[in-house]
């Protein structure tokens, strides 16, 4: 009998602790689908877009009624009753600028400053038709990976509103381009592998709280490249956006030299210059001018400049770019090679009017 009733026991044991742990895996799978819908939830940008939708705007220029450019912009300030949106130089072809809301209002666009070097301008616009700036962020705190979202009027303003994202692929990059299809120029910006198109030129990048981190400025376009677009960093035009809203020319910093890159061989031959094998990277001196600042600190043909303070100098279009992100009467330390020996000057940014 006792046998018996300690079978029952046994038997009403296991059932009780089997089903508590059938309880428990249940619950476990429970949460675990719970966790994946949240997760899911959190890597939407729907939030994010709805908060910034209206802000973003298409841009379009004309002469005598004739269409020249479009591109995208965006609300950065609203101050003194005054919109100010913020976009790229090379879009503004046109005198006449119209701006056209997300609620298809078509505004009269006041150019306030612009510069080709920064591919950078300023437009205000009535404060009315907007509630709100969008939030600036710091493309400083963003890790490779992080994703990231544009809107932006692909191929034009029927495509006005267009969202696209993808993740920040590469910081610093120093991108090689024209200006005004005729002068050589360089620019340091942030690898994205959102889809950017004509159109999107100007428009805002945003990180997943929808803060401005850059501007949305060109793509790489060949048969077999796929997904390498670039952004202005924010921290970048925030440094002008004062003058630009002046509409005051920003004077192009020099240091008074004639120079040429390691690789031109005819240059460098014709001016009696031999570089060693071992310096791959770098300016090099042809001449500096009377009474510059190069000459000041006893820079002399034959130098090659490796280091503008910290940052790297590989070429003649990236020294131009370095120098014109410092201002008139700056102080910078160059590093060069002179005789096979590294070298250090400190000396003084002269100018030029653009």
Known sequence: MMSHKKSILLITSSFFIGSIITLAIIFSIYLSQVGKQISC???SIADAVEKVYDEVVSIETYDYSTKKSSGTGFVYQIKNQKAYILTNEHIIKGEDIRIITSKEEILEGNLLGKDAYLDLAIIEVKTKYFKKALTLGKSTETKLGDIVFTIGSPLGSDYRGSVTSGILSGKNRFVETMINDEEKWGMRMLQIDASINPGNSGGPLMNQRGEVIGICTMKLIQNDIEGMSFAIPIEDAIKHMK?????????????GIEMANINDSSVLYSNDITIPDEIKEGVVILETKKESSA??????KGDIITIINQTKIKNTTQLKYELYNYDVEDYITITYIRDGKQKHTKLKIDSSIE
């Open 41 to 43: 939830q959190n890597n």
């Open 295 to 300: 000459e000041k600190a006893k820079l002399k």
């Open 243 to 255: 003058e630009l809203e002046k509409n005051n020319k920003k004077k192009i910093s020099e240091i």
